[in-house]
């Protein structure tokens, strides 16, 4: 997961070096949501064949708490792998950013389980995450 995120950093600094619409852009851009559906199929443990052209139905894919997969809730858990999850929210479309942020905290207490008594921690690291609606701005 940190390689795909790496990865994702990289196309998107150089879809800022690249200006006018040309071909290198179009095969960034292809690049970097084969890179999203990648990190997105890593975060489930389904698998799921997507159609070409359509898009992805993220919250019917990752709503389901056992969809994801324990390792990345462990992931999640520890110092390091909340970092991750904020890197991971970055990358992910909105929809996905929702669901997910949504199955992570319905999955709460197993979380604070793994983390063997983090819990302030975590809370902390968590607490940008948790408003899902964030206040407009006047």
Do not use: W
Request: hydrophobic residues 50%; aromatic residues 6%.
């Amino acid at each position: 997961m940190y390689t795909l995120v790496l990865n994702l950093d990289e196309v998107d600094i150089s879809l800022k070096r690249v200006m006018v619409q040309n071909d290198m852009r179009s095969r960034l851009t292809k690049h970097r949501l084969d890179l999203v559906q990648a990190l997105l199929c890593e975060l489930c443990s389904t698998s799921v064949q997507l159609a070409a052209g359509l898009p992805v139905n993220v919250i019917n894919l990752i709503s389901d708490a056992s969809a994801l997969a324990v390792p990345v809730l462990e992931l999640f858990s520890v110092r390091k792998g909340i970092r991750l999850f904020g890197a991971v929210l970055h990358y992910l479309p909105s929809p996905s950013v929702r669901a997910l942020t949504l199955v992570f905290i319905s999955n709460y207490a197993k979380i604070c389980a793994v983390s063997e008594g983090q819990v302030e921690e975590v809370s902390a690291n968590m607490k940008q995450f948790l408003l899902l609606d964030p206040p407009s701005a006047s």
